[in-house]
């Protein structure tokens, strides 16, 4: 047995439906790589653009970033997958209490401060 360890196996373990499987995965997971390589120099180039105001430049920003958030957990993070509910409850509740905190301290702050 140990005389044909250096030899390369004939076939995969996985099944045509696995190897296509695993095959639509990495091609969903590149094109998400590349549109959020493009989201970042989008958000370079209205940083870099002159004519561009602060006023937008700025939400536009965490537009952005947001969504670049959540296609870095939706799919780098597999939160699509069906075995993911809880995860995914447990994110979105956070996401639930956190902006109202988020929100209301941002007024707190921009009330006080001016």
Sequence with gaps: MAENLDQPFKESAMNSEER????REQR???IAFAFMIGITILAFLAVGAEGIPNAFTVPFILLLALVQLILQLYY???LKDKDHGW???FMISGLVLAAPMI???ILLLGVVKY
Aim: aromatic share 6%; glycine share 0%.
């Design 87 to 89: 995860p995914n409850s």
């Design 20 to 23: 296509r499987k695993i095959n």
């Design 103 to 105: 929100a209301a301290l």
């Design 76 to 78: 780098f993070m597999h």
């Design 28 to 30: 969903t997971q590149v």
